[in-house]
């Protein structure tokens, strides 16, 4: 991705924000009867997903995705057919997104995390020493969330700002699962309407979940296993060799930090493209990068800085019509940053400044004549409010 776009898509989304963590990791649930199970208070179910350990698993997800968003760095890939997920129950983790034409490998162990693209034949490698290594793993842990401690945190995200109740029982991936619903309270100013997460019986490990958005009946974004055996896995899983003849680029947790604070460092390295966890991991990991937000749970806004050698919008843009997709600079195409906003956006003003509102299914952003993107799901007004604030 060349830096200007990446720059753009980076200021990323309060959608992608309250939800990106469960991404590689959960599915839809599958069409087999209910399961009947014994009643559980909506918040003891809660607690219990909150205080389950981790599990070694492997297992096959899938997603269906009507978000309208671009690929975000640091936000999950979406674009995927299916993935395989493995994970030792511990420290180590191993996804492999099934695309069209190829195959993305992420690994991630004690040591190091790599991220593998068989169509490029690149591979990134983040690595740390003894000094380094609390920090370094915290890090990768941010990256490449397992699914009980990433749905875990987004729950606990969400759940001030949530009513929270229990709406019966599902089968995913052949276990029982509860469904538990989070719905926005009253004085929310968000676009979504709930969101249901299936629950196994067992384990209380998160397993499928559904974003539903007002004004649609089906959900916009649906994740899940379609597969999953619990147990040990071989760990010869997560250790990788890339193939010979694989463009490797090499990165220390020294050299990620400065590049994270602003300092001079590899562009585009392997940990802005994996899973990022919620609450203090994923807000550790935004401020890192010269990401804030504004509000919390449902009504979070994500606002970024757009780097120096991004262009400003020139006073006075005009608007085009809105659009449910983001073309051109916004997901990696040619197209001129500013002819992408002409033609999809809006004019936009506040105490901020000027700028421009480009409407997404979900949600929207702002990007301000002045450098800076805010994104959330919510209405135009309460990103206004949000910039007015900075």
Do not use: C
């Given at each position: 991705m060349r830096p200007r776009t990446k720059a753009l898509v980076a200021a990323g989304s309060g959608i992608a924000v309250g939800l990106a963590g469960l991404a590689l990791t959960t599915l839809p649930a599958g069409a087999d009867d209910d399961p009947v199970l014994p009643a559980v208070e909506p918040e003891a179910l809660v607690a219990s997903v909150l205080a389950a350990e981790p599990q070694a698993f492997s297992g096959e997800a899938e997603v269906s995705n009507e978000l309208g968003l671009p690929a975000l760095p640091g936000t999950p890939d979406l674009d995927f057919e299916s993935a395989r997920v493995f994970h030792d129950g511990q420290e180590s983790a191993r996804v492999q997104l099934e695309k069209p034409t190829s195959e993305v490998t992420f690994v991630k162990?004690?040591?190091?995390?790599?991220?593998?693209?068989?169509?490029?034949?690149?591979?990134?490698?983040?690595?740390?020493?003894?000094?380094?290594?609390?920090?370094?793993?915290?890090?990768?842990?941010?990256?490449?969330?397992?699914?009980?401690?990433?749905?875990?945190e987004m729950i606990e995200q969400l759940r001030p700002t949530s009513e929270i109740t229990v709406d019966g029982t599902a089968r995913v991936a052949g276990r029982a699962a509860y469904e538990?619903?989070?719905?926005?309270?009253?004085?929310?100013?968000?676009?979504?309407?709930?969101?249901?997460?299936?629950?196994?019986?067992?384990?209380?490990?998160?397993?499928?979940?559904?974003?539903?958005?007002?004004?649609?009946?089906?959900?916009?974004?649906?994740?899940?296993?379609?597969?999953?055996?619990?147990?040990?896995?071989?760990?010869?899983?997560?250790?990788?060799?890339?193939?010979?003849?694989?463009?490797?680029?090499?990165?220390?947790?020294?050299?990620?930090?400065?590049?994270?604070?602003?300092?001079p460092g590899p562009d585009d390295h392997m940990a802005d493209n994996m899973t990022d966890n919620m609450t203090d991991n994923m807000a550790d990991h935004?401020?890192?990068?010269?990401?804030?937000?504004?509000?919390?749970?449902?009504?979070?806004?994500?606002?970024?800085?757009?780097?120096?050698?991004?262009?400003?919008?020139?006073?006075?843009?005009?608007?085009?019509?809105?659009?449910?997709?983001?073309?051109?600079?916004f997901t990696g195409g040619e197209q001129d940053l500013t002819g992408a906003l002409e033609r999809i956006g809006q004019p936009v003003s506040g105490d901020f400044g000027t700028g421009t509102h480009v409407q997404i299914r979900v949600g929207g952003a702002i990007v301000t004549d002045d450098g800076r993107v805010a994104a959330g799901a919510v209405p135009e007004q309460v990103l206004v409010d949000a910039l007015d604030q900075q």
């Open positions: 162990n004690p040591d190091e995390v790599w991220a593998y693209d068989s169509q490029e034949r690149t591979a990134e490698h983040l690595t740390w020493d003894d000094a380094d290594a609390a920090a370094a793993r915290k890090h990768a842990e941010a990256q490449l969330a397992d699914p009980a401690r990433a749905a875990a538990l619903v989070l719905t926005p309270k009253p004085s929310e100013k968000t676009l979504l309407r709930e969101v249901t997460v299936a629950i196994d019986e067992q384990t209380r490990m998160p397993l499928a979940f559904d974003v539903y958005a007002n004004g649609r009946s089906e959900p916009v974004l649906s994740l899940g296993f379609v597969q999953l055996d619990l147990g040990a896995q071989d760990p010869a899983l997560f250790d990788f060799t890339p193939p010979q003849g694989t463009k490797v680029e090499t990165t220390d947790a020294g050299d990620a930090a400065a590049h994270r604070a602003g300092k935004m401020a890192e990068q010269g990401v804030t937000t504004v509000g919390d749970g449902w009504d979070t806004v994500v606002i970024a800085e757009l780097p120096a050698d991004l262009p400003k919008m020139p006073a006075g843009m005009s608007g085009g019509a809105a659009s449910g997709d983001l073309p051109g600079a």
